[in-house]
């Protein structure tokens, strides 16, 4: 995965608080590899930002779901977190997560980064935001906002719909051809 991907997933994870973009992020990334397959990093990047989108509706049941995907998965198959500009493993702060959903509010989930992946996301999102101002910013930032609490609720689904009456028309007249 690339610095610049990377970099746009944090600026939506962190900064913007748009969780559903995160995933669209990160599962375009996945599915642009030559091979791609469940077993890849950008999963643990969907679920996580899956998992946020669900604890900030107050889904809990789909929130704990998911982040205990991503905590076996992390058991399973640990990554090298610094490739992600990640200063430590990721592995305590997910099972932490986990075992807090319901027990605590939503809050944003505060991601490791190094100083340097700090520094390019600053330098990306808001050059002109002094580093110390822009430490103290996101980690007071909690966005609450209809339009991202709800975002798949509200997006225009036209486009899924008709793809999925297509599928059925077809079907029903015996043209199984996609």
Not at 2 to 16: G, H, M, S, V
Not at 17 to 30: R, T
Not at 89 to 117: C, H, K, N, Y
């Amino acid at each position: 995965m690339d610095e610049n991907t990377l970099l746009e997933y944090y600026n939506e994870f962190i900064i913007k608080q748009d969780y559903f973009e995160c995933h669209e992020i990160m599962e375009d990334a996945w599915k642009s590899k030559p091979s791609y397959s469940k077993e890849d990093d950008e999963i643990f990047f969907i679920q996580i930002s899956t998992a946020e989108y669900h604890y900030r509706r107050n889904n809990l049941y789909g929130a704990r779901k998911i982040y205990g995907r991503a905590v076996r998965r992390l058991g399973e198959r640990p990554f090298e977190h610094w490739k992600y500009g990640l200063e430590s493993d990721i592995i305590p702060l997910v099972e932490e997560r986990l075992s807090s959903i319901g027990a605590v509010d939503f809050s944003p989930l505060q991601l490791p980064l190094t100083d340097d992946m700090l520094e390019a996301l600053r330098v990306y999102a808001m050059p002109g935001c002094p580093a110390d101002a822009f430490r103290r910013f996101i980690r007071t930032l909690h966005k609450k906002d209809i339009t991202l609490v709800q975002k798949h609720r509200l997006r225009d689904r036209s486009e899924i719909i008709n793809v999925r009456n297509e599928k059925l028309r077809r079907k029903r007249s015996g043209d199984h051809e996609t």
